[in-house]
């Protein structure tokens, strides 16, 4: 597959992420060599809302992986703000929840900021603003095995959000969730990005769920993971994914994942 060559016009934002050629390589048990990204390029500018679509094993979550600095590139260059750093002000949500069994919701909320050395007293001012912001209020005092898995979601949405990131990396949050769950957490995730102008990257490998959150959507391609499509969706918000507007778009980034039509 041929990548599109990919341009971009002038931003007054500035760029807080950049990749240039990155390339990143695994190795099987036997020693075989699995490139998961292959001469992948991208750039973000200051709060944009992102989202990156693909099939399974295209390198989404190497992708993210590489952001956050948990995994280190081959070959190519990342490079981040000067001020960027996970945990500092990059926060990271994965599909499954990271919350701290041992630690109520409220303590879990309140973990990044008491890790800054923030006192008792603001930071949980701060986690109780957040929790009423996620409809968590009133689970404070509740653990995570009490929660339903929306619920937890919420909190490790909360919990991400309490540092206050300047980039926030979300590995499909929303995919182990009923539909009417995700829903209301995308409303949710819509109206918080509304209000921070938080910078998002959004993995998902749904593409309805891409058009109706993304103000940008990225297309990977197979495995070697390149972007190989970029569509800017200019949907008015809140957005109905049965318009014909939607649905328009949904179909050309269908296409461009080369899916066969029904």
């Not at 929303?174 to 509304?194: H, N, P, V, Y």
């Not at 938080?198 to 993304?214: K, P, Q, S, Y």
Request: aromatic share 8%; proline share 3%; charged share 25%.
């Amino acid at each position: 597959m041929i990548e599109d060559k990919i341009k971009h016009d002038s931003h007054k934002a500035p760029i807080i992420l950049e990749l240039k050629e990155v390339t990143k390589n695994f190795y099987s048990d036997s020693g075989e060599k699995i490139r998961a990204l292959e001469d992948l390029n991208l750039f973000v500018t200051e709060g944009e809302f992102i989202t990156l679509v693909g099939a399974t094993g295209c390198g989404k979550t190497t992708l993210l992986n590489l952001i956050a600095g948990l995994e280190m590139p081959d070959n190519g260059q990342l490079s981040l703000g000067e001020d960027l750093n996970l945990g500092e002000n990059v926060a990271y949500v994965f599909q499954h929840y990271t919350l701290f069994p041992w630690r109520n919701t409220l303590s879990n909320v309140c973990f990044g900021l008491q890790m800054r050395g923030i006192r008792r007293k603001k930071r949980k001012s701060e986690a109780m603003q957040l929790l009423s912001k996620v409809g968590l209020e009133g689970f404070e005092n509740t653990y995570p095995y009490e929660l339903s898995g929306g619920m937890r979601q919420r909190a490790a949405i909360a919990q991400a959000l309490a540092i206050k990131p300047k980039l926030l990396l979300m590995d499909e949050p929303f995919g182990a969730l009923d539909d009417s769950t995700r829903r209301e957490l995308q409303q949710m995730l819509i109206e918080l990005w509304q209000e921070n102008r938080t910078t998002i990257l959004f993995v998902t490998h749904n593409i309805d769920e891409a058009v109706l959150l993304g103000e940008k959507v990225l297309v990977l391609s197979e495995r070697p993971g390149r972007i190989i499509r970029e569509f800017n969706v200019e949907l008015p918000r809140p957005r109905n994914s049965v318009a014909k507007e939607f649905t328009d778009l949904f179909i050309q980034v269908r296409q461009a994942l080369s899916i066969q039509l029904d």
